[in-house]
């Protein structure tokens, strides 16, 4: 019996506001960059991650998705739905961007690896349904 390799997926969808601000810039150089983007605005965010791993014959399943999902309430919904991402300890000291939104939740969810049940393999971060960012962990992003 083979056990094919397949990758399994839960969304959750938050709303949040932030500014694109760089305070090691000066208030200029913010707006030439960013431009209205500087300014506090809210987005209504989907966060999906990914696991992959080899299917169990015996659920027909690779993981329990109610695991991911529990742990995706409570690092990503509970802590940042309706907050000023700005404020929030773990994403404080970067711009806040999709990009940079994928990694700090990669490492979120990977402090929780032992309860996913499958290896974490993709966080993607949809700032509008057009325009997202994903993030496979530091080992196949390392340049
Ligand atoms: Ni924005």
């Known amino acids: 019996m083979d056990h094919p390799i397949l990758t399994i997926t839960h969304g959750v969808q938050f709303s949040a506001a932030h500014r694109m601000n760089n305070s090691r810039l000066s208030p200029e150089r913010n707006l030439e960059i960013f431009g209205p983007c ?12 990914s696991l992959r ?11 329990n998705l109610v695991d991911l999902m529990r742990v995706m309430k409570e690092e990503i919904f509970e802590q940042l739905d309706h907050q000023l991402l700005d404020e929030i300890p773990w994403l404080k000291d970067t711009v806040i961007s999709a990009e940079t939104l994928a990694i700090a939740i990669w490492k979120k969810l990977a402090n929780r690896q032992d309860e996913l049940g499958a290896a974490l393999d993709l ?14 962990g530091p080992a196949s992003n390392d340049f």
């Open 53 to 63: 791993g080899p299917l169990d014959p015996e659920t027909g399943m690779v993981a």
């Open 123 to 136: 966080v993607r971060v949809y700032e509008t349904e057009a325009d997202s960012a994903e993030y496979r």
């Open 38 to 49: 500087n300014r506090i605005h809210g987005h209504n965010y989907r966060v999906e991650a």
